[in-house]
């Protein structure tokens, strides 16, 4: 199994987890915090999240980074603002904005 099968596997079980535990009355914060100890992985938890749910990255993101310990949450915040950082940076590139596709 390759490595991206191993981890869409993972996410699809940690996301019928998922659907059971709401399914047996918990709340998203508590299905977060329950799939974070699970596994560890905070892009997992918050696909899973997301697939089980209903709701977008985006909201399943802000799920899963509230149900972080604080230093892991400022480390990903971290993460998410340097990514966002570059992303504006390569868009206001001329290089970027004027080199042809290929």
């Known amino acids: 199994m390759t490595d991206s099968a191993a981890r869409a596997e993972r996410i699809r079980l940690l996301s019928e987890m998922a659907q ?11 299905v977060a915090q329950q799939l974070l100890r699970h596994t560890g ?21 802000w799920v899963v980074h509230r149900n972080l310990n604080s ?11 340097e990514l966002l950082e570059g992303i504006k940076q390569l868009q206001e590139s001329p290089e970027v904005r004027h080199r042809p596709l290929d």
């Open 41 to 61: 992985s905070p892009i997992s938890t918050i696909k899973a999240v997301a697939d089980a749910t209903g709701m977008g990255l985006g909201n399943a993101k």
């Open 20 to 30: 059971t535990m709401l399914a047996s009355g918990a709340d998203e914060d508590q």
């Open 71 to 81: 230093q892991m949450s400022e480390a990903a915040e971290s993460l998410w603002d």
